[in-house]
């Protein structure tokens, strides 16, 4: 008798399938655009105009690291509540309706950045993934993006929904580590999702609707960030999920410690909030001391991760060895090398510890003013949310998909060869994007070559760093398609299976037992984290709109869609300095 | 709580590590100085920006010392100025900001790097030891020709360098027989007053005036040139001051050739 | 074959990191390599390891586990 989710829980196994291809969509999608603009900046080969470059990379963004992510993040939490507490939503049709409110967001979002190359679509929003005012999308912009986060608060509260049910039938136990999980990541989204909000709904919408005429642009930019950090720790989050519940299992063993598991879950809650103003080091109008606290709590978030590190390896040697594994190192070879899912998450794995050493060196408040906006960020981001999280999602996907669907994959041989382009493909592109930020060539930027001088690289060569990064670009968008092809043919073509394993996780070596129960005091945890955000925030908030004002001191709308020829700009720009 | 040794052991590297990152960057803030951006440089109303006594004439000026401020304003998709010459071993305080939207002013591949918010100032002390030659690039999506926005920046060695501008008015022509004069305006942005000679060169003639230009300030000279010694004729003229130059054509006509004769 | 196939994939993969920051280590000894020399080290060690991982290991049943 097979025990796969589709049989325990089929109709929430349709909710999940339907996220799940909403992601794959984005990411094909998103993917796609990715080597347009890799092969565009490089010059290897250009056929769109620069100035479209930047509706390309809004698209790029957006779908990638909003829609791809957290799509794929509600169905895999939607799984990971359900299996861990062993029944399915409280009522199906509410999960559908969150399901369908996030993809009309997604919708409103995706044809208003159309708009930018498409006339037909009286739209533009080429504002990229930040939407920093003075830049004004068009409104449909603004609530496609509200929609689709309250789409996920409706996801969260779905779950919560559901835990809220299990636990007055089993008042006495501990919450099980997936839910755990699934609970904390949404308690820090609300807390965060907040300041996007405030910037949207109070701020840009009425603004772009003509309600209120001006904004104060350093507020509604550290009203993002407020969100705009804690969001790659959303991103993170479901991918720690799959390396402590699923890599395990996977290695054929357990989890190390599920008591440091909660406690990276609770630090995690309590720390990803209050350091958005490392991403404004550079700002002005923010007080250095307050830069200085963002950097010391950023500076402690590596402390979850560092630990996630070491149970992670620590799992996986105990799996290696429960399969005859032997040695200080030869144990690694008898780890399942040939099953894409586990490969692609050690891969993942790997990759993250690179993209964390860079993350230091962006979190170090001097070293970041050499490396800030420079193409060093864009290799770091790549090999976090662009590796740790998205090859952590496709090589899942090789385990969640017969799960969804009760078929085989289609070619797991293929699969295999797909994560391990990725991580080739990832190696070469972020190398030199990391190499070519240090000497200066700066990120967002469709042609960064210029004609007043040129960028020196201490080894190498411009165009052997350009050359690198378009070989990277093609090798990864190939992955991307031998991922959704395989995803496809698995789901269109694969023969139902009663070989699917059974729908379980990973068992652990220390259980919650070991625990102290206050680490499952969610409210306990949650007011020390909004503790934190006030004092890391409200003196900075306060005194910008103290300087500025709240609605900023006369700012005037830029809409992108006015092209004008940067000649005549010259012009008008001489014309009115003195 | 059950942790294993091992675990515990690695939790220890790992504020080790921690706290070492924050001590590092604590001392490089208290110990060198290096200071962040922050909100030294208050907030302007993009409006009034050319009204605002620092931004209405942007450039480089001398404070005094080794010591200069530069004013820069950002807009899509230039500086004004473009370009930035300041002399080796000198101290120089940017101020920046923007008629529009967010930019950066960037010099590449160095840590001189704000962003340039608008309705805010940045403010950014540089220290430059040597001369050198350096790109400026915003590096801050500034809309559709974001990638074109770019400046310089000059190091120059200090005895190449200084704050004088000149710049000269005067007539093309002129009858034979008549005084013309060639003014010359001479600026100083330094903090202190420019005492030089000014050179007219025209003709085979050579007329030398001194002059004290005060300090962020300029003064006006009048060469008088009498055209009968030059006869009719295309006569180039140059005037040099701490070695800019000013040059035109002075054209001597007969007065009964055109003119209204009292030229 | 002393480890599986799947193995020797991820060793390879695992090989472009290295030699494409080796190049870089390299310069800093003063040793500049062309991007054809480091292909042509790089190609080097793919053969070392695939001659390492195809040779008859002798009673080794490690292989067979992975």
């Given at each position: 008798?097979?025990n796969?989710?589709?049989?325990q829980?089929?109709?929430?196994?349709?909710?999940i399938?339907?996220?799940?291809?909403?992601?794959?969509?984005?990411?094909?999608i998103?993917?796609?655009?990715?080597?347009?603009?890799?092969?565009h900046?490089?010059?290897?080969?250009?056929?769109?105009?620069?100035?479209?470059?930047?509706?390309?990379?809004?698209?790029?963004?957006?779908?990638?690291v909003?829609?791809?992510?957290?799509?794929?993040?509600v169905?895999?939490?939607?799984?990971?509540?359900?299996?861990?507490?062993?029944?399915?939503?409280?009522?199906?049709?509410?999960?559908?309706?969150?399901?369908?409110?996030?993809?009309l967001?997604?919708?409103?979002?995706?044809?208003?950045?159309?708009?930018?190359?498409?006339?037909?679509?009286?739209?533009?929003?080429?504002?990229?993934?930040?939407?920093?005012?003075?830049?004004?999308?068009?409104?449909?912009?603004?609530?496609?993006?509200?929609?689709f986060?309250?789409?996920?608060?409706?996801?969260?509260?779905?779950?919560?929904?559901?835990?809220?049910?299990?636990?007055?039938d089993?008042?006495?136990?501990?919450?099980?580590?997936?839910?755990?999980?699934?609970?904390?990541?949404?308690?820090?989204?609300?807390?965060?999702?907040?300041?996007?909000?405030?910037?949207?709904?109070?701020?840009l919408?009425?603004?772009?609707?003509?309600?209120?005429?001006?904004?104060?642009?350093?507020?509604?930019?550290?009203?993002?960030?407020?969100?705009?950090?804690p969001?790659?720790?959303?991103w993170?989050?479901?991918?720690?999920?799959?390396?402590?519940?699923?890599?395990?299992?996977?290695?054929?063993?357990?989890?190390?410690?599920?008591?440091?598991?909660?406690?990276?879950?609770?630090?995690?809650?309590?720390?990803?909030?209050?350091?958005?103003?490392?991403?404004?080091?550079?700002?002005?109008?923010?007080?250095?001391?307050?830069?200085?606290?963002?950097?010391?709590?950023?500076?402690?978030?590596?402390l979850?991760?560092?630990?996630?590190?070491?149970?992670?390896?620590?799992s996986?040697?105990?799996?290696?060895?429960?399969?005859?594994?032997?040695?200080?190192?030869?144990?690694?070879?008898?780890?399942?090398?040939?099953?894409p899912?586990?490969?692609?998450?050690?891969l993942?794995g790997?990759?993250?510890?690179?993209?964390?050493?860079?993350?230091?060196?962006?979190?170090?408040?001097?070293?970041?003013?050499?490396?800030?906006?420079?193409?060093?960020?864009v290799?770091?981001?790549?090999?976090?949310?662009?590796?740790?999280?998205?090859?952590?999602?496709?090589?899942?996907?090789?385990?969640?998909?017969?799960?969804?669907?009760?078929?085989?994959?289609?070619?797991?041989?293929?699969?295999?060869?797909?994560?391990v382009?990725?991580?080739?493909?990832?190696?070469?592109?972020?190398?030199?994007?990391?190499?070519?930020g240090?000497?200066?060539?700066?990120?967002?930027?469709?042609?960064?070559?210029?004609?007043?001088?040129s960028f020196?690289?201490?080894?190498g060569?411009?165009?052997?760093i350009?050359?690198?990064?378009?070989?990277?670009?093609?090798?990864?968008?190939?992955?991307?398609?031998?991922?959704?092809?395989?995803?496809?043919?698995?789901?269109?073509?694969?023969?139902t299976?009663?070989?699917?394993?059974?729908?379980?996780?990973?068992?652990?070596?220390?259980?919650?037992?070991?625990?102290?129960?206050?680490?499952?005091n969610?409210?306990?945890?949650?007011?020390?984290?909004?503790?934190?955000?006030?004092?890391?925030?409200?003196?900075?908030?306060?005194?910008?709109?103290?300087?500025?004002?709240?609605?900023?001191?006369?700012?005037?709308?830029?809409?992108?869609?006015?092209?004008?020829?940067?000649?005549?700009?010259?012009?008008?720009?001489?014309?009115?300095?003195? | 709580?059950?942790?294993?040794?091992?675990e515990?052991?690695?939790?220890?590297?790992?504020?080790?590590?921690?706290?070492?990152f924050?001590?590092?960057?604590t001392y490089?803030?208290?110990?060198?100085?290096?200071?962040?951006?922050?909100?030294?440089?208050?907030?302007?109303?993009?409006?009034?920006?050319?009204?605002?006594?620092?931004?209405?004439?942007?450039?480089?000026?001398?404070?005094?010392?080794?010591?200069?401020?530069?004013?820069?304003?950002?807009?899509a998709?230039?500086?004004?100025?473009?370009?930035?010459?300041?002399?080796?071993?000198?101290?120089?305080?940017?101020?920046?900001?923007?008629?529009?939207?967010?930019?950066?002013?960037?010099?590449?591949?160095?840590?001189?790097?704000?962003?340039?918010?608008?309705?805010?100032?940045?403010?950014?002390?540089?220290?430059?030891?040597?001369?050198?030659?350096?790109?400026?690039?915003?590096?801050?999506?500034?809309?559709?020709?974001?990638?074109?926005?770019?400046?310089?920046l000059?190091?120059?060695?200090?005895?190449?360098?200084?704050?004088?501008?000149?710049?000269?008015?005067?007539?093309?022509?002129?009858?034979l027989?008549?005084?013309?004069?060639?003014?010359?305006?001479?600026?100083?942005?330094?903090?202190y007053?420019?005492?030089?000679?000014?050179?007219?060169?025209?003709?085979?003639?050579?007329?030398?005036?001194?002059?004290?230009?005060?300090?962020?300030?300029?003064e006006?000279?009048?060469?008088a040139?009498?055209?009968?010694?030059?006869?009719?004729g295309?006569?180039?003229?140059?005037?040099?001051?701490?070695?800019?130059?000013?040059s035109?054509?002075?054209?001597?006509?007969?007065?009964?050739?055109?003119?209204?004769?009292?030229? | 074959?002393?480890?599986?196939?799947?193995?020797?994939?991820?060793?390879?993969?695992?090989?472009?990191?290295?030699?494409?920051?080796?190049?870089?280590?390299?310069?800093?000894?003063?040793i500049?390599?062309?991007?054809?020399?480091?292909?042509?080290?790089?190609?080097?060690?793919?053969?070392?390891?695939?001659?390492?991982?195809?040779?008859?290991?002798?009673?080794?049943?490690?292989?067979?586990?992975?």
């Open positions: 008798m097979r796969a989710y589709i049989d829980f089929p109709e929430e196994a349709r909710v399938r339907a996220a799940l291809w909403s992601s794959f969509l984005a990411l094909m998103g993917g796609t655009l990715g080597l347009i603009q890799g092969l900046r490089t010059n290897v080969l250009r056929f769109i105009p620069s100035q479209d470059y930047y509706t390309v990379l809004t698209a790029h963004g957006v779908l990638l909003i829609t791809f992510t957290i799509f794929f993040l169905g895999i939490f939607t799984w990971a509540v359900t299996t861990s507490l062993d029944r399915g939503v409280k009522d199906i049709r509410f999960t559908w309706g969150w399901y369908a409110m996030m993809s967001g997604t919708l409103l979002v995706g044809v208003s950045i159309l708009g930018g190359v498409v006339d037909q679509i009286p739209m533009n929003a080429d504002v990229l993934y930040t939407f920093y005012s003075p830049f004004q999308a068009h409104p449909a912009f603004y609530v496609g993006f509200v929609l986060v309250v789409g996920t608060w409706l996801a969260g509260f779905d779950w919560f929904r559901t835990w809220w049910a299990w636990k007055k089993n008042p006495d136990e501990r919450i099980p580590l997936p839910t755990f999980m699934a609970l904390t990541t949404m308690l820090f989204w609300y807390l965060s999702s907040i300041g996007v909000a405030i910037s949207i709904l109070a701020f919408l009425p603004w772009s609707l003509g309600i209120i005429d001006s904004v104060n642009p350093l507020l509604t930019r550290t009203l993002f960030w407020f969100f705009g950090h969001v790659v720790y959303f993170l989050m479901p991918a720690y999920m799959l390396w402590y519940t699923m890599l395990p299992k996977l290695s054929g063993g357990k989890l190390f410690s599920d008591p440091l598991a909660r406690v990276v879950f609770v630090l995690f809650l309590i720390l990803s909030t209050p350091v958005g103003i490392h991403h404004q080091y550079l700002d002005p109008g923010i007080a250095e001391g307050f830069k200085f606290i963002a950097m010391t709590n950023t500076m402690f978030l590596l979850p991760s560092l630990l996630t590190a070491f149970t992670v390896v620590a996986m040697e105990h799996g290696a060895r429960q399969r005859g594994g032997e040695g200080y190192l030869s144990w690694l070879k008898a780890l399942p090398w040939r099953d899912a586990f490969t692609g998450m050690a993942a790997l990759m993250f510890a690179a993209g964390g050493f860079s993350g230091m060196i962006n979190a170090g408040l001097s070293i970041n003013y050499l490396v800030h906006n420079s193409w060093w960020v290799g770091h981001f790549h090999l976090t949310v662009g590796t740790a999280v998205a090859l952590t999602f496709m090589a899942a996907s090789y385990w969640f998909i017969p799960q969804l669907t009760g078929k085989e994959i289609w070619n797991r041989s293929l699969g295999l060869v797909q994560v382009l990725w991580f080739i493909g990832m190696t070469f592109m972020s190398n030199a994007m990391h190499r070519a240090l000497f200066g060539i700066p990120r967002r930027t469709a042609e960064p070559q210029y004609e007043g001088f020196d690289p201490a080894v060569t411009v165009a052997e350009d050359a690198q990064v378009a070989l990277g670009a093609a090798l990864l968008t190939l992955s991307v398609y031998l991922f959704i092809t395989n995803m496809v043919l698995t789901t269109i073509g694969g023969s299976s009663d070989a699917i394993p059974d729908n379980t996780y990973a068992g652990t070596l220390s259980g919650p037992e070991d625990s102290p129960a206050i680490i499952d969610l409210k306990l945890w949650t007011s020390i984290a909004v503790v934190l955000v006030i004092i890391a925030y409200s003196l900075p908030l306060a005194s910008i709109i103290d300087a500025g004002g709240l609605f900023g001191p006369g700012i005037d709308p830029w809409k992108p869609s006015v092209v004008v020829d940067p000649s005549l700009v010259l012009e008008s720009v001489r014309g009115v300095m003195p | 709580m059950n942790i294993h040794t091992y515990k052991t690695w939790l220890a590297v790992a504020m080790v590590l921690i706290v070492g924050i001590a590092t960057i490089g803030a208290v110990g060198p100085g290096i200071a962040m951006i922050d909100d030294d440089g208050g907030t302007i109303d993009p409006d009034t920006i050319n009204d605002d006594e620092r931004f209405s004439d942007p450039g480089v000026t001398h404070v005094g010392g080794n010591e200069y401020e530069a004013a820069v304003v950002a807009q998709w230039a500086y004004t100025p473009s370009e930035i010459t300041v002399p080796a071993n000198s101290t120089v305080t940017f101020y920046v900001t923007s008629r529009d939207v967010t930019h950066s002013y960037t010099v590449a591949g160095t840590n001189v790097n704000t962003m340039v918010v608008p309705g805010q100032v940045s403010e950014m002390t540089v220290e430059f030891d040597e001369p050198g030659e350096y790109g400026i690039l915003c590096n801050e999506y500034c809309g559709a020709y974001h990638h074109t926005m770019e400046g310089k000059n190091v120059v060695p200090e005895d190449e360098f200084d704050l004088t501008e000149l710049s000269t008015e005067a007539p093309d022509e002129a009858q027989g008549n005084q013309t004069t060639i003014n010359t305006t001479v600026s100083n942005d330094m903090n007053d420019l005492e030089t000679t000014a050179t007219l060169e025209i003709g085979n003639q050579t007329v030398e005036q001194d002059v004290t230009v005060p300090a962020h300030g300029s006006t000279l009048e060469f040139v009498d055209t009968t010694d030059f006869g009719t295309d006569h180039d003229w140059t005037v040099t001051v701490d070695g800019h130059e000013g035109g054509t002075l054209t001597v006509t007969n007065a009964t050739e055109g003119g209204d004769g009292d030229a | 074959m002393r480890i599986s196939k799947g193995g020797l994939l991820v060793i390879m993969a695992f090989l472009t990191p290295l030699i494409v920051e080796l190049r870089t280590v390299l310069s800093w000894f003063g500049r390599l062309s991007v054809v020399e480091t292909g042509a080290l790089g190609l080097a060690l793919i053969v070392a390891v695939l001659i390492w991982a195809m040779w008859p290991s002798n009673g080794d049943t490690e292989a067979k586990l992975a």
